[in-house]
């Protein structure tokens, strides 16, 4: 179900003129006041670190969960966010954060590849412990999860990869059934910092291109086998401004949310 299907769905919105996107406009509309607090579980990550210079630059207080802390490297935004020290799977180590009533959202944008135990314990297991640490926490209202495009490879691909983001999908919907925004992004690309070091990776040299190429095959979209290998790229700093406006705590936006409809959201929130 996209975004404007979960939205039409709602009994709290009603289409008011230019059709489904009036709709989209009116779910962020009630949405956008920026006093809440942002929690991101694995914040000092290519996405999570995103994320939260995007609140920072939005007025939105953020703060960041890692098992490292602040990254080592130095930026301005920096000094805005509350760094803090714990691990996702031992929420004894971070829950008490909660009982003070500052955040009103959870981001999980844990993600990360390897052998298959790992990729299910950090695409799955720890963005479903975020999830229900968040629901046990009576000032968190929204959840929103970074998960992945659904390319319908053959199961044995990145098995721990897909199969650990679609169980936090379903964790996120059960512990926020009306709350939880899962975004589904294909590729994403910016610039990639490698932890404790100096090196950056521009993976814009090769996202941007490949972007627009595929934006050109949107037709092919339909076809059952080729329609969803065809997921255009999307920009870090998109994906992390749709991630914002999703949490605000007012927001109305929730269910699975494509490619397509992630810059869509993006748009209505940066306005």
């Not at 289409?15 to 920026?34: D, E, F, K, N, W």
């Not at 935004?77 to 003070?100: C, H, I, Y």
């Not at 297991?125 to 640490?133: F, M, Q």
């Not at 910016?190 to 950056?200: A, F, L, N």
Request: charged share 20%; glycine share 10%.
């Amino acid at each position: 179900m996209t975004i404007i299907m979960a939205l039409l769905a709602s009994r709290r919105i009603s289409c008011i003129g230019g059709g489904p996107t009036a709709v989209l406009v009116r779910a962020l509309s009630s949405g956008t006041s920026l006093n809440e607090g942002i929690f991101v579980v694995g914040g000092n990550g290519f996405v999570g670190g995103a994320i939260c210079k995007k609140a920072v630059e939005m007025g939105v207080r953020v703060a960041s969960l890692s098992r490292s802390g602040r990254p080592s490297r130095n930026e301005d935004w920096m000094d805005s966010v509350d760094w803090r020290v714990g691990d996702a799977l031992n929420p004894q180590t971070w829950e008490e954060e909660f009982k003070r009533g500052e955040y009103t959202s959870v981001v999980g944008s844990i993600g990360a590849f390897g052998s298959d135990e790992f990729m299910e314990r950090m695409n799955g297991d720890c963005n479903i412990s975020a999830a229900e640490v968040a629901k046990r926490s009576d000032s968190v209202k929204r959840f929103v999860f970074i998960s992945v495009h659904q390319y319908n490879f053959p199961s044995f691909v990145l098995r721990g990869y897909f199969n650990g983001k679609r169980r936090a999908e379903k964790a996120a919907m059960d512990c926020f059934p009306e709350a939880a925004a899962i975004l589904q992004p294909g590729m994403i690309y910016g610039t990639r910092h490698v932890p404790d070091s100096s090196t950056s990776i521009p993976l814009n040299y090769i996202g941007v291109p490949l972007e627009t190429v595929l934006e050109t095959a949107a037709p092919l979209a339909g076809f059952p086998v080729l329609g969803p290998l065809l997921a255009p790229p999307i920009s870090v700093d998109v994906l992390a401004e749709a991630v914002v406006g999703a949490a605000s705590p007012n927001s109305k936006v929730h269910g699975i949310i494509p490619v397509s409809d992630i810059k869509k959201l993006a748009q209505i929130s940066a306005r």
